[in-house]
Every structure is written in C-alpha cells, then in structure tokens.
C-alpha cells in the first residue's frame, strides 16, 4: 500500500492506494486555523515560543512553531484536520542564561475541517517560591539535571 498526500491552497487530503490499477477518490478538506492564549499563573503570556505537534500519521510535515503576541495570543494557520496538540516551550535559566527548553503545558486540539479551533495553553498554576531542606545529603543537587 501507498499513500498519498495532496495539498494546495484550498485544502488538504491524505489517501491510501490499496490497488493501483484503481485510482483513489480523493477530497481535499478546507484548511483549520488554531488560535489560543497562553497564561501562565493567570497572566498573558507575551513572546513565547508555542508548538503545534500531530498525534498520529501526519509527522513533521504538519509541525508548526510560533510566537505569542504582546497579549499571549497565538495563530496557527494552514492546519490539515485531525488531532494535534498545543505546547509551549518552557524556559529553564541559571545565572540569566536559558539553559534548557523543553515543551511542557501540552494541550490537545481536534482541528476540525473548516473550523476555527480555540485552545488556552497554561493559565492554572501558581508560583512556589521557597528552599528544600535535605538533611543527609552531603554533595549539591544540580537542578539543571533533574527530570
């Protein structure tokens, strides 16, 4: 079996071809834009790099990035439909510096044929400010590598 994918400005389809001799009737489907905020403790979230990651068959031909507006909205356009989801990339610094990045805050959207998709990325946590006492613990942890 093979599969094709068709894509233009119109829309988007993806078939299989069981036999060759039998041409597939192939669909295109309007394209879905995905919009949404980010917040992060109840707050807009400004300038931050938001992900947009198939689940399932559609691999990196429909990986997305981003960058929230001065508000912590976010645009996604020219979506193919199907299931994704919406993360965002969180910053860990020491010393000023960011040292790791890694995609957190994962949210999941059905991006629909046609549709406008909304998603809100973040907005229920809370900031811990405070120290770990770890008595018996004779070397330092380094943070940097927990996982």
């Given amino acids: 079996m093979k599969s094709v994918i068709i894509a233009d400005e119109s829309g988007f389809a993806e078939a299989v071809i069981k ?9 295109l489907q309007p ?7 980010l917040k992060v403790t109840g ?4 300038f931050q790099k938001v ?16 960058t929230t507006d001065e508000n912590g909205r ?5 979506v193919p439909p199907g299931e994704f ?16 990045s890694k995609i957190g805050y994962a ?15 973040g907005g229920s946590g ?3 400010v405070g120290s770990v006492s770890a008595d018996g613990i004779a070397e330092s942890i380094d943070w940097m590598r927990i996982r």
């Fill in 31 to 37: 394209w879905v834009t995905v919009g949404g905020q």
């Fill in 74 to 78: 976010f645009v996604f356009e020219g």
């Fill in 126 to 128: 809370t900031t811990v």
């Fill in 19 to 27: 036999d060759e001799a039998v041409p597939p009737v192939v669909t």
């Fill in 85 to 100: 989801k919406v993360g965002w990339y969180v910053r860990i610094e020491q010393d000023g510096k960011a040292r790791i």
């Fill in 43 to 46: 707050k807009d979230c400004a």
């Fill in 51 to 66: 992900t947009l990651q198939p689940v399932g068959g559609l691999g990196a031909r429909a990986f997305q990035e981003t």
């Fill in 107 to 121: 949210t999941p959207v059905m991006a629909r044929s046609g549709e406008a998709a909304e998603v809100v990325l």
